[in-house]
Nanobody, 121 residues
Framework: QVQLVESGGGLVQPGGSLRLSCAAS????????MGWYRQAPGQQRELVAV???????NVADSVKGRFSISRDNGKNAVFLQMNSLKPEDTAAYYC???????????????WGQGTQVTVSS
């Protein structure tokens, strides 16, 4: 089985910073895209930032210039550095990974359990 374990959420004041981490474990061949999505109460889950195995990055316009994503392929991990946080960044943040596994080398999508980020004074 494959697991994505997240850490790093919490409560921070506006203008503050947080760093989220996510590591994949289990039996798999490779990880294609890894990244972060978020979901605020009453809203749909939205992409925050993703990075492919080749290093191509896609970042949502709402966080460009404030958030950055990085990846450690050797550790099967992805990180989200969040700076200049705003109250509207408050949401549950979910790690996402597209993982190739099995004898047939099929690709599956996995989600972490979510970590809460609250930006408030």
């Amino acid at each position: 089985q494959v697991q994505l374990v997240e850490s790093g959420g919490g409560l921070v004041q506006p203008g503050g910073s947080l760093r989220l981490s996510c590591a994949a474990s289990g039996d798999f061949f490779s990880i294609e895209t890894m990244g972060w999505y978020r979901q605020a109460p009453g809203q749909q889950r939205e992409l925050v930032a993703v990075v492919t195995s080749a290093g191509k990055i896609n970042v949502a316009d709402s966080v460009k210039g404030r958030f950055s994503i990085s990846r450690d392929n050797g550790k099967n991990a992805v990180f989200l550095q969040m700076n200049s946080l705003k109250p509207e960044d408050t949401a549950a943040y979910y790690c996402n990974a597209e993982i190739v596994r099995g004898v047939l080398r099929l690709q599956y999508m996995y989600w972490g359990q979510g970590t809460q980020v609250t930006v408030s004074s």
